[in-house]
């Protein structure tokens, strides 16, 4: 890798990490909704202890989502992340991921994409549906996700073919996504 | 006659290559092992996992860091039965500490299993001994809050040794993958700016020990049970590579050096070496 590349870029990425984000009022709104709904579902579950056996861990995972789906059965595409949020969203991916400048943003969305990797079971992109263990997941270029609304504690943003998913990492839940993301 | 000798002194040092005992240079220094992308539970990491318990016996480290993608497909528990503590139950069984960074193929609840020793963070520290500090990273997921605990963490260190270990490389020669560029684009500053010394990674199946960059060793470990034969590309950054087979590494941290050795899965030495540490 020639080091004046990644001068270049560091001065890139640092200048983007540097832009104050816009406070999103609806972003905000919603995910603290969300926050507060995932908080009573684990309501009376045990929390997960730091040195957790594998059977504990699973019992968690599988609890947390199942109450989780519970309280959210009539949750639809586009409630968390609200069309100002998507909107946003999507300039923020489109401008990360386009042209030449943005060939290593594609290529670090492609490294782990369950769509790319093709893994033993399919991940469905819906509100409220599992994120199978035995999928990988996308990594996130770091200067996108600089640019991206920061989220609580244990969601996360990760790509599934060009779809941006918004998971529910401790539950393995798909709290929303935003359809055909990447252009 | 000439050709015939030469031949002679390359069998020998082959020979003496594949024969090598693996022994401390010190005894007082800190050892440890290295693995990565060894969450398949098939035969290779079974064979790997044995050779590492061998080589134990004569270069005794403490712990093993693992480099990601420590379970691949499900993660039920029979899965980390199967795919973890089955193979290295030699070495569980006789207290050898795991510490896990997170792969692209690993479930972040892994960061609460009790045997990764990753006291449920997806980045941590800890400091084996004093003057020497680990750095194990999320390189899945690179946010903010990540950066500022790193920046935070590295500052504060006061360790002599800071080795930081995690997934994705940031310099490749791997054909699969290649190196992450936007990564070492916001981690490299810091790596440099506050003295880092050794950086492994995984990800790419393969084994590359990398010139050393701005001053900072770098080895790539994603062969301990997946293998990409041939994966290695010419770049010009590859100090020694090796893609025939899987490998892994044990390391040595004497005063201000560290020793390396790289062996195969057959328990062949396929790379070794002392690097100085930064001043």
């Known amino acids: 890798m020639p080091s004046s590349g990644i001068s270049i870029l560091v001065v890139g990425i640092f200048l983007a990490a540097d832009v104050k984000k816009p406070i999103l ?32 861990i699973l019992e968690h ?21 609200g069309p100002e949020t998507q909107a946003y969203i999507r300039d923020i991916v489109r401008s990360e991921t386009k042209g030449k400048q943005g060939k290593p943003a594609k ?39 600089l640019r991206l609304p920061d989220l609580p504690k244990d969601l996360e943003y990760h790509f599934v073919g060009r779809d941006l998913v918004l998971l529910d990492t401790a539950a393995r839940i798909i709290v929303d996504y935003i359809p055909n993301v990447v252009p | 006659m000439l050709r015939r000798s030469l031949l002679a002194s390359i069998i020998g040092t082959l020979l003496n290559l594949w024969a090598a005992e693996v022994t401390p240079i010190d005894k ?18 079974t064979e790997i996992a044995n050779q590492l318990a061998k080589v134990r ?57 009790k045997l990764f020793n990753m006291n449920g963070q997806r980045y941590y520290t800890f400091q084996p001994r004093a003057g020497v500090r680990f750095f194990a ?27 930081c270990f995690f997934h994705h490389p940031i310099y490749s020669s791997g054909e699969r993958h ?11 500053p810091l790596f440099v700016k506050y ?49 025939t087979d899987r490998a892994f590494m044990v390391m040595e941290l004497s005063k201000d050096q560290i020793y390396f050795h790289t062996l195969a899965r057959s328990g062949q030495v396929v790379d070794s070496g002392l690097l100085m540490r930064r001043k």
């Open chain 1, 25 to 56: 009022k609806e972003f905000t709104t919603r995910i603290n909704e969300y926050v507060k709904l995932r908080d009573r579902a684990g309501q009376g579950l045990a929390p997960l202890k730091r040195e957790a056996t594998p059977e504990q």
């Open chain 1, 61 to 81: 995972t599988e609890a947390l989502a199942m109450r989780l789906q519970k309280i959210r059965s009539h949750a639809r595409q586009g409630d968390v992340l």
């Open chain 1, 107 to 145: 290529e670090a969305v492609a490294q782990g994409n369950p769509k790319v990797e093709t893994p033993a079971q399919p991940v469905p992109v819906k509100v409220n549906a599992r994120y199978p263990a035995a999928a990988p997941v996308s990594t996130m270029p770091p200067a996108l996700l």
């Open chain 2, 28 to 45: 007082d220094s800190l050892r440890f092992a290295v693995i990565g992308d060894t969450g398949t539970g098939d035969r290779a990491s």
């Open chain 2, 57 to 113: 016996t004569t270069f005794p480290f403490e712990f093993a860091v693992m480099l990601g993608d420590n379970i691949y497909g499900n993660e039920k528990p029979r899965d980390f039965e199967r795919k973890f503590e089955r193979p290295f139950k030699l070495l569980i069984d006789a207290g050898v500490k795991f510490y896990a960074a997170l792969g692209n193929h690993d479930d972040r609840n892994q960061r609460f299993y």
């Open chain 2, 137 to 163: 990273l999320d390189s899945n997921y690179m946010d903010r809050d990540q950066l500022d605990w790193l920046e935070r963490e590295l500052k504060a260190s006061g360790s002599e040794w800071k080795i």
């Open chain 2, 178 to 188: 290649g190196p992450s560029v936007q990564l070492a684009a916001l981690i490299e």
């Open chain 2, 195 to 243: 003295s880092v010394d050794v950086v492994l990674s995984g990800h790419e199946h393969i084994y590359e020990r990398i010139k050393p960059q701005k001053g900072i060793y770098y080895f790539i470990v994603g062969s301990s049970a997946k293998l990409r034969a041939g994966g290695i590309l010419k770049t010009g950054i590859t100090a020694k590579g090796f893609d």
